[in-house]
């Protein structure tokens, strides 16, 4: 009964049927966590998403930024920007069943000292404060209201300078954050030292591991590969590229 970690799957739902056949997913036995942003840019977003509700009993999903792009969008209080690919979604008649589920996910996931965030958290919070600020995240969104700075952390976060701000341009590797900015992973942390973190989102980052985390977005939508990280034993399975 192993549980699976997968990154950032954006639409690519061909692929990501072939990477849960790779590594031999059961449905009644199994559990995927998935790290955000399960759609948009690739080219089946709308059947990604389908799967996912009707496979909810066998998954835990934290929101990702294109999730907030969605439920914006769905709500009528964002517009459509260029490259997006969740019309389907939108124009589906099951839309407002899948995105009312979608809407009541968490932003953190926290399970056998595992924690699994789309982005990022603050090297200043303990898990105490995580989970605190998880719950005024689900507060603000089921009241249909953005807290920019905190959903910008859990969803969008990369680098960060000595005080604790966000760079919310850059997206490149993590050697290359400019000064006076670091990768968030790279600073002192707070939250307890036999916890691991999980997350996605930074595909120029890839997939690589710290001494207490572990990146999951391996860029399968810009032509790379999808990953799935088995939580039993570490292990690394990956397909590509986005279909």
């Keep these: 009964m192993p549980t699976y970690a997968i990154g950032d799957i954006q639409g690519c739902f061909n692929t990501f049927q072939k990477l849960l056949k790779h590594i031999r ?43 907030l792009h969605l439920l914006f969008r769905f709500w009528g209080k964002r517009e459509e920007k260029k490259g997006d690919t969740i019309k389907g979604i939108l124009e589906s008649s099951k839309a407002t069943l899948w995105l009312n589920w979608l809407s009541e996910r968490d932003f953190v996931h926290f399970e056998n000292n595992y924690l699994m965030v789309h982005a990022g958290i603050l090297p200043s919070w303990d898990l105490q404060k995580i989970l605190q600020h998880n719950e005024e995240a689900k507060i ?60 996605g989102h930074w595909a120029a980052l890839g997939v690589r591991q710290g001494k207490n985390w572990q990146s ?17 034993d570490r292990k690394i399975f990956q397909m590509g590229y986005c279909d």
């Design 25 to 67: 997913f059961d449905e009644n036995k199994d559990t995927l966590w998935l790290a955000g942003d399960l759609v948009n840019r690739g080219p089946r977003s709308k059947e990604t998403l389908q799967w996912v509700y009707e496979h909810r009993t066998r998954l835990e999903v934290v929101l990702g930024n294109h999730e």
């Design 216 to 232: 999951l977005d391996s860029g399968c939508v810009w032509k790379r590969e999808l990953t799935a990280l088995r939580l039993e």
């Design 140 to 199: 603000a969104l089921k009241k249909k209201f953005m807290l920019p700075e905190l959903f910008a952390i859990f969803t969008r976060m990369r680098c960060l300078d000595e005080n604790l701000v966000l760079n919310p341009d850059f997206s490149g590797p993590p050697e290359a954050c400019p000064k006076p900015f670091k990768p968030w992973f790279e600073m002192k942390m707070r939250l307890e030292k036999n916890i691991t973190i999980l997350f």
